[in-house]
């Protein structure tokens, strides 16, 4: 590729992941498009422990993990999506800024956060590095939204099994939502 192509495909690379969320799709088994990983790509986290995550080997794929999280967040929110978006892409990747928001189902109320994600690509434009950070009012929105926040110092696991018993308190199969999306 071009630097012009891997500049285009790094935009197109963050428009996915905004398309998807923007039309409030993700928890339905939307995808992001555009994503190919490389072999040995890898997610990383301030917020889900140090270490990071192989997307190659994951037992859960980001597909999935995107679903149930965005899933979990809609039992109490019942428009949860960006309200926001900017992305700055370059020849080595794309950095983006997605200011989220939702009124809670029970009053009504307003709550948002910010992330930002960090993506690296070589030059066949696929992923090698995928990397999030959120702002503190991620917390006051996780408590709403799973009952618990983070930082999880020592791995994602614990965030996903919060996410997971949200999703069966409210009476969510998740063996039956992944058969239907034709995961299993």
């Known amino acids: 590729m071009t630097d012009l192509e891997r500049i285009e495909n790094n935009r197109k690379i963050a428009m996915s992941y905004y398309a998807a969320y923007d039309k ?12 190919k990983y490389a072999p040995k790509a890898d997610y990383w ?13 994951n037992p859960i794929s980001v597909d ?7 899933l979990s ?4 929110f019942r428009d949860w999506a960006p309200v926001d978006f900017e992305c700055f892409p370059a020849v080595e990747g794309v950095a983006w800024k997605t200011h989220f928001g939702g ?11 910010f992330a930002y994600s960090y993506i690296r690509s070589n030059e066949y434009g696929e992923i090698t590095h995928w990397e999030t950070h959120v702002n503190s009012d991620y917390n006051d929105f996780l408590d709403v939204a799973i009952g618990e926040h983070g930082p999880y110092k020592t791995s994602a696991d614990h965030y996903m099994m919060a996410v997971n018993k949200k999703l069966l308190s409210a009476g969510i199969d998740l063996s039956a939502l992944m058969t239907a999306h034709g995961k299993k």
């Open 103 to 113: 009124y809670r189902k029970s009053d009504g109320v307003f709550m948002d956060f």
């Open 73 to 76: 967040y809609s039992v109490e």
């Open 64 to 70: 999935d993990a995107a679903m149930t999280e965005a």
């Open 24 to 35: 409030k799709a993700v928890k339905d088994g939307a995808t992001y498009e555009t994503w």
């Open 45 to 57: 986290s301030p917020y889900f422990g140090n270490g990071t995550i192989d997307l190659e080997t």
